[in-house]
């Protein structure tokens, strides 16, 4: 059932995956001057927000030693 081949009875199927279209895109609307600030702002404030959530984060991220420190000084000063 599978093994026979046919031969295609209209020719444009056959060249269908060689047909090429003459027919051009519209060309795109330019963004304008209001679309391309919101692009801007939108992209400066993602940056914002990631660099203000690495200055915030980096502190909780340290491992704290400096502060042992100073705390284990504190005590035998008192005794």
Request: aromatic share 2%; charged share 5%; hydrophobic share 45%.
């Given at each position: 059932m599978f093994g026979r081949r046919e031969p295609v009875p209209f020719a444009f199927v056959a060249e269908a995956d060689r047909f090429r279209s003459n027919v051009a895109p519209p060309p795109r609307e330019r963004a304008s001057a209001g679309q391309?600030?919101?692009?801007?702002?939108?992209?400066?404030?993602?940056?914002?927000?990631?660099?203000?959530?690495?200055?915030?984060?980096?502190?909780?991220?340290?491992?704290?030693?400096?502060?042992?420190?100073?705390?284990h000084q504190q005590a035998s000063d008192r005794r």
């Open positions: 391309l600030a919101g692009r801007w702002l939108l992209g400066l404030t993602l940056v914002a927000g990631l660099v203000g959530s690495l200055v915030i984060g980096t502190p909780a991220l340290s491992t704290g030693d400096s502060g042992a420190g100073t705390q």
